[in-house]
């Protein structure tokens, strides 16, 4: 990974413009996941399906799992539903880029991820369905 040589040297900074400079690029890199994820959802999905002819994607719906620091999506068993009406449980989880976006994803809403949370991908949609 490059060095990108920062605007400003951050040991000049008083503590709440460093605070405040983190919760700034916080709130930027939660959103940039945001915009993000469905685009990381659809490319696991197109790349897993790739040599299977199936019908047109409908829904893709990611339960969450416990862990022994909170609740993360689990892109082991993503149920997908098809415009036929056919179901399937995909692994997703050697897509990297999606499980760190789905990590990240997490932890950005930990308060409010639970056991029956549900993140739901439709395609054609510009953002994810979440469902506490």
């Not at 951050?10 to 709130?27: F, G, M, S, V, Y």
Request: glycine share 4%; proline share 5%; charged share 25%.
């Amino acid at each position: 990974m490059a060095t990108i040589p920062l605007p400003v040297d951050l040991t000049q900074l008083p503590d709440k413009a460093l605070q405040e400079l983190r919760r700034a690029a916080a709130d930027e890199l939660k959103d940039r996941n945001a915009a993000a994820l469905p685009g990381t959802v659809l490319n696991a999905l197109t790349a897993d399906l790739l040599d299977v002819e199936v019908p047109r994607i409908v829904l893709a719906e990611f339960t969450t799992a416990q862990h022994e620091n909170g609740y993360y999506w689990c892109d082991f068993a993503v149920e997908v539903t098809f415009d036929d009406g056919s179901t399937r449980t995909l692994d997703l989880s050697e897509h990297s880029a999606l499980d760190e976006a789905l990590v990240d994803h997490a932890s950005w809403h930990e308060a409010t991820i639970n056991g029956g949370s549900s993140l739901r991908f439709a395609p054609g949609l510009p953002a994810l369905i979440y469902k506490s």
